[in-house]
């Protein structure tokens, strides 16, 4: 910590650095690298109503989406960042339809680490000035070092996570990430263009009164999650008052809100999306792992979802997560 009282993300991942039994510093430079390219797409973010970067870019990704012009910049800005700081072996990303080796030089093929990352969740918002944020994960590889990366490095599951965050762009920018040692959060400061500690030992609320969950698709959800929605609503002996509906529609922002406040979000599965919507490896696991290092829960509504056994880079799961009792009780009530 400075003498200022201040402590930015750099000073804050090196203190930490030694909470980290295996690292000798490739994962402290790669978290520091990940804050440098957020801060660049942060920039952009900002003054995307200015120019030409908002809007469609006119292609899809490997899930049939329409792509974002600003999903492919924060795509290409870090890749580019990632692969030049030598820390990791190799990516994968919502907007890549494979895994993307870094074997451009032996520092890059001996690298411990791969990261995945959405690099814009909620960019379709953007247009409209909802926040939206970058998610990402770090894994150890598993393959031999000095070789390129390989599919096993990626289809982990969630609890070999040795690191994960996010940023979110809103009315601050902030990082959010753990490494298993619980939660803390990081606000940009512009005047000085570093991220500063602002929220540390982020501990989630174990109840609440708000639930996050797109409801104009309630014909489209099974009958358990009806039920749950039609409880959330009424008041009962057990629940002396409603629940609240809060849903931004930028998962990044419903998971942030929650994370601080306490509460519930839901994207279960449904009719026509039997496996769920969201993404595994990009979104559901590095916010699960957050969640339940803050004290919260992440579930399928079957199993936690840190146990799910990848099997493919773009595999979907219906996700609850949030405070510990709420995620119970929606399971529960889902399961009845």
């Known amino acids: 910590m400075n003498t200022k009282g201040i402590t930015t993300l750099d000073e804050f991942i090196i203190d930490r650095q030694k909470d980290i039994p ?14 440098v390219a957020c801060k660049v797409v942060n920039r952009e973010v900002n003054k995307a109503g200015l120019v030409d970067i908002i809007g469609a870019n006119g292609s899809t990704n490997v899930q049939g989406e329409e792509v974002q012009k600003l999903d492919m910049f924060a795509n290409d800005i870090l890749k580019a960042s990632l692969m030049t700081s030598g820390e990791c072996c190799g990516i994968a990303s919502e907007e890549e339809e494979e895994l993307v080796s870094f074997e451009c030089n032996e520092r890059n093929k001996n690298a411990k680490y791969v990261v995945l990352f959405d690099p814009l969740d909620g960019s379709s918002n ?5 926040s939206i944020g970058t998610i990402f994960s770090i894994y150890k590889r598993v393959s031999p070092m000095g070789k390129p990366c390989t599919i096993e490095d990626f289809l982990q599951p969630g609890v070999k996570q040795v690191a994960a965050g996010y940023v979110i762009y809103g009315s601050s920018t902030m990082m959010v990430y753990t490494t298993g040692k619980g939660v803390n959060g990081f606000t940009l400061d512009p005047s000085i263009g570093e991220f500063c500690l602002s929220h540390p030992d982020i501990i989630t609320p174990v109840k609440s009164d708000t639930y996050s969950i797109n409801q104009g698709y309630f014909y489209n959800f099974g009958k358990g999650v009806q039920n749950y929605l039609q409880y ?3 008041s009962t002996d057990k629940k002396s008052k409603a629940y ?3 849903y931004i529609g930028s998962m990044v922002a419903d998971v942030h809100r929650n994370l601080i406040k306490g509460g519930v979000f839901l994207y279960p599965a449904m009719k026509d999306a039997p496996l769920g919507k969201l993404r595994l490896m990009y ?3 590095p916010l699960a792992f957050l969640a339940e290092q803050a004290g919260g829960e992440a579930s399928t509504g079957q199993q936690r979802i840190l146990e799910v056994n990848p099997t493919e880079l773009h595999q979907r799961v219906p996700i609850i997560i949030g405070s510990k009792s709420m995620v119970e009780e929606a399971v529960k009530i889902i399961e009845e």
Not at 22 to 35: K, Y
Not at 126 to 130: A, F, G, K, S
């Open 22 to 35: 295996f690292a000798t510093g490739e994962l402290s430079g790669l978290l520091r690298d990940i804050g």
């Open 126 to 130: 953007i247009d409209v000035n909802v």
């Open 232 to 234: 959330c609503q009424d």
């Open 244 to 246: 609240r509906l809060r």
């Open 283 to 285: 979104e559901c696991n």
